[in-house]
């Protein structure tokens, strides 16, 4: 068990780390936005669903083949850039209507078991999102290779268990600000949504924010 007092200088470090700027949460930030809070909150597990599998890497030491390999962590990079591309088409194309994820409630409020399976499909697509946009990052395997080791001590026992429990609080605080950050947004989209003008300036700009994050992936170095 990892005491105490480590944990005390562990949680505020993930805390900070969660709330600096970075893909992962400019991307809660903009599905949020587009989709409403709930839709946020499914990415914000779906990221934390990725956490979990690097922290897993890590343990496992799987985490180290993308250090060594430019082969395996290039090509982890760049099935991740194009499915930014991917959403940023998607956002472009949606001019002033929503991107379409199956789940928006109908117009006239009627609600039945046809619309809550696409509720739920829609849901579940973007749990997927936020799964694939955390995992295709080989940055992130990398960074909890060098970052949880220096929390865990041989002498307190398996290394691979303190692991887990460093990357499970990890994913604690990612879902407190994360959380945040979708309930914030998903309050101010919610909004704008009620303005077509407004719904499609907010897709334009999530199409280039994707683009962004995707150059930005693409480029960066091993």
């Known amino acids: 068990m990892i005491p105490l007092d480590v944990l005390l200088i562990f949680f505020p470090v993930c805390i900070f780390l969660a709330l600096t700027p970075g893909p992962d949460n400019i991307f809660v930030l903009t599905q949020s936005a587009l989709h409403g809070k709930l839709a946020g909150i499914f990415v914000v597990l779906g990221l934390c669903t990725g956490v979990l599998v ?9 985490a180290a083949i993308f250090q060594a390999s430019s082969l395996a962590f290039n090509t982890l990079k760049i099935i991740g850039a194009f499915y930014l591309l991917y959403l940023a088409w998607g956002a472009l194309r949606a001019k002033g209507e929503k ?13 039945n ?4 399976t ?26 909890f290779l060098s970052f949880l080791p220096q929390f865990a001590d041989p002498v307190r026992g398996s290394m691979s268990l303190q692991m887990i429990q460093l990357g499970g609080f990890f994913i604690l605080s990612t879902l407190l600000v994360f959380g945040a950050i979708a309930l914030f947004a998903g309050s101010i989209g919610t909004r704008l ?13 999530a199409g280039f924010v994707f683009i962004a994050l995707a150059v930005k992936l693409a480029t960066i170095q091993q």
């Open 193 to 205: 949504q009620r303005s077509s003008r407004a719904q499609g300036i907010m897709n334009k700009a």
């Open 118 to 143: 696409r509720r739920k499909a829609g849901h579940g697509k973007l749990y997927r999102r936020g799964i694939i946009m955390n995992v295709t990052n080989p940055k992130v395997s990398i960074f």
């Open 99 to 111: 991107i379409s994820l199956e789940d928006n409630e109908p117009e006239d409020g009627e609600k």
């Open 113 to 116: 078991p046809t619309q809550k």
């Open 54 to 62: 690097h922290t897993t890497a890590v343990a496992l030491g799987v």
